[in-house]
């Protein structure tokens, strides 16, 4: 086992790898499976699973422990830019998750000002679905316990959108990235930047 977790953090949550399969992608992640011993297509990134098919060079648990730890292991994933799913491919963790927090910024951006106890309760039963729904399972593990901790804000949209940005930086933390200044939250996805280029 390398001393440092690989950054999709999902040790505890992820069944094993069934006989023969790889433990490590190869950026140097670990591969999620799930409970059918199938790779996850939404838990892992392009890379990763084209590796499991044997389209990509996956990497040996002492290779990975050999490597200088988990940021190596993004890095190589981040930089590496040859995997690119085609538009019409099941999306990997990553363009998921794109997708997934630019379809949850946009709804914090239109949620109203002064929302009403049912705009409120739809908001609320919608995040509380959402992270039983998710597709990626040990993200959605990971928000179940989130939420937990930080109760969700729908008091309106200010409240709502930096409740999102302080949860989407919690991923942003576990995935050792840059965290994002919610005070800007709103430029970035309601309004544009002020330098005007997104007008
Ligand atoms: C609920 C949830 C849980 C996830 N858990 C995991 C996980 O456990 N493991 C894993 O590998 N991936 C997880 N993901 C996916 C991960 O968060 C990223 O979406 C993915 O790694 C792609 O990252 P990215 O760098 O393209 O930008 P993303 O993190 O997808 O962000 C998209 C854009 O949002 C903006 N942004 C960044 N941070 C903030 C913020 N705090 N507030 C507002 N805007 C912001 C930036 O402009 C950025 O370009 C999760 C996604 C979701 C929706």
């Given at each position: 086992m390398p001393e440092t977790e690989p950054l999709n953090s999902n040790t505890a949550k992820s069944t094993l790898p069934p006989a023969g399969m790889p433990v490590f992608g190869a950026s140097g992640r670990k591969i999620v499976y799930d409970e059918n011993g199938k790779p996850c297509r939404a838990c892992n990134t392009l890379l990763d699973f084209q590796s499991i098919a044997g389209k990509k060079k996956s990497v040996s648990s002492?290779?990975?422990?050999?490597?200088?730890?988990?940021?190596?292991?993004?890095?190589?994933?981040?930089?590496?830019?040859?995997?690119?799913?085609?538009?019409?491919?099941?999306?990997?963790?990553?363009?998921?998750?794109r997708s997934t927090?630019?379809?949850?910024?946009s709804i914090a951006a239109t949620y109203p000002e002064m929302p009403t106890k049912d705009q409120q309760n739809n908001l609320m039963n919608f995040m509380t679905s959402f992270s039983h729904l998710y597709p990626c399972f040990y993200c959605a593990d990971d928000f179940?316990?989130?939420?937990?901790?930080?109760?969700?804000?729908v008091t309106n949209r200010d409240e709502f959108g930096k409740?999102?940005?302080?949860?989407?930086n919690s991923v942003?933390?576990?995935?050792?990235?840059?965290?994002?200044?919610?005070?800007?939250?709103?430029?970035?996805?309601?309004?544009?930047?002020?330098?005007?280029?997104?007008d």
């Open positions: 002492s290779t990975f422990a050999a490597s200088s730890g988990a940021v190596a292991g993004a890095a190589v994933s981040a930089a590496s830019g040859f995997s690119t799913i085609p538009d019409d491919c099941p999306p990997d963790v990553e363009q998921l998750g927090w630019t379809l949850l910024h179940r316990d989130y939420i937990k901790k930080e109760k969700i804000n409740w999102l940005c302080n949860a989407h942003n933390v576990k995935l050792g990235k840059p965290t994002f200044d919610c005070n800007l939250w709103k430029e970035r996805w309601k309004d544009g930047w002020k330098d005007g280029r997104c």
